[in-house]
């Protein structure tokens, strides 16, 4: 079975350019985030999706960032214009309803580097 | 509002002998409990689960960890550590009885083991 699958893997980019991560979550998983990870931390959710439905983007940063989950499966989440301390890894993750506990399953990350 | 704390940053230990990495949880009700390793430029890797039943959990590449609810706890073990443990550890937990709250992860530990 495929995991999540996230592109693009490494990005550089100068400030105030915009930037935008693609995940496709494992196949059949009704539940998909986006997490923001800073160097030696631990992730930190930007957004959770229900099928197609954003139940939680609190804390989102509206202004500049967005996301999209497109008839429930695959999802983009933008940065526009993007800042020097956006720079950090972007994880997407995946999950089904009442399986397991929901235990939560991640994709390899998008490293951004912000110039 | 749930919380995970890992109270060591880093963890060294030799090769061979057993490793603990610690994690003590607030959940308003019954917790849903994780563990997720990171190694360096990846996602976080599922390890293992607390969902219910036995105390003791046993999970991915010879790890376990043990629930113990008077105690808020669900520390990470191995009897016989290897240099290729080392990595970044992450609790995660969440309310098993609040679908609507969102994992929350620890802040992480490093774990080196030296040969």
């Known amino acids: 079975e495929a995991g999540v699958v996230q592109s693009p893997r490494y990005k550089i980019i100068e400030k105030k350019q915009p930037v935008a991560f693609w995940c496709n979550p494992i196949?059949?998983?009704?539940?998909l985030y986006w997490y923001l990870q800073n160097l030696g931390q631990g992730p930190e959710l930007l957004i959770r999706y229900e099928n197609e439905e954003a139940v939680d983007d609190s804390q989102l940063p509206k202004d500049r960032f967005s996301a999209e989950r497109l008839k429930g499966v695959d999802s983009t989440l933008k940065i526009q214009p993007a800042e020097l301390g956006d720079s950090a890894v972007y994880l997407c993750?995946?999950?089904?309803f009442g399986q397991g506990g929901d235990t939560i399953y991640f994709g390899e990350g998008s490293w951004l580097t912000v110039v | 509002a749930q919380s995970v704390a890992q109270p060591e940053d880093q963890v060294n230990v030799a090769e061979g002998n057993p490793l603990t990495v610690k994690c003590t949880y607030s959940?308003?009700?019954?917790?849903?409990l994780f563990w997720y390793v990171q190694y360096p430029n990846r996602g976080l890797q599922f390890l293992l689960k607390?969902?219910?039943?036995?105390?003791l959990v046993k999970g991915s590449y010879g790890f376990e960890a043990e629930f113990n609810k008077s105690q808020t706890s669900f520390h990470l073990k191995k009897p016989s550590a290897l240099v290729s443990d080392s990595a970044l550890y992450f609790c995660?937990?969440?309310?098993?009885?609040?679908?609507?709250?969102?994992?929350?992860f620890g802040p992480g530990t490093r774990l080196s083991v030296l040969p």
């Open positions: 607390y969902i219910t039943g036995d105390n």
């Open positions: 959940v308003s009700g019954n917790p849903y």
């Open positions: 993750a995946s999950s089904l």
């Open positions: 196949s059949g998983h009704n539940t």
């Open positions: 995660a937990v969440r309310d098993k009885g609040n679908y609507g709250q969102n994992f929350v």
